[in-house]
């Protein structure tokens, strides 16, 4: 009967337990390119619900929360452009790459004419991963 009561006591707590956070380890190294430029998705749904427009400046990543922001530097320049981003798409789908940026964001870190740049990502603010239905 005790072994019973213990073993219903020990599923209660393992499938109450909170799902998994991210750690407080809040920064990425990695290769960053950009889409929205003459690719077909301006203009389209993100997974967050938005409307996606290549002018602004958001981003694409396949695990952070959707709505987190996160400040991206590009470490291929000299001067370092940094620049905050939304997460409200998911992606890159290409091995090797951690991030996807706006063709906007991308001219503002400096790498939209090369296609790819080594960054580093910091999270500003962990995001609250909604969908919000676009008008």
């Not at 009967?1 to 073993?7: D, L, R, V």
């Not at 077909?40 to 996606?52: K, M, P, R, Y």
């Not at 320049?77 to 951690?98: A, E, F, Q, W």
Request: net charge positive.
């Amino acid at each position: 009967m005790i072994k019973n009561i213990i073993y219903v006591l020990a599923l209660i707590l393992l499938t109450c337990s909170p799902s998994p956070r991210y750690t407080s380890d809040n920064i990425i190294y990695g290769v960053a390119s950009h889409y929205g430029h003459n690719d077909g998705f301006d203009g389209q749904l993100t997974a967050n619900g938005e409307i996606f427009d290549q002018h602004g400046l958001s981003a694409a990543h396949k695990t952070l929360p959707l709505n987190s922001w996160i400040k991206v530097t590009n470490l291929d320049r000299l001067t370092k452009p940094s620049v905050k981003l939304k997460i409200n798409d998911r992606g890159p789908y290409i091995k090797g790459r951690v991030l996807d940026c706006s063709s906007g964001a991308a001219k503002k870190l400096g790498f939209f004419e090369q296609g790819t740049a080594n960054v580093k990502i910091e999270v500003v603010k962990w995001g609250d991963n909604k969908y919000y239905k676009s008008k």
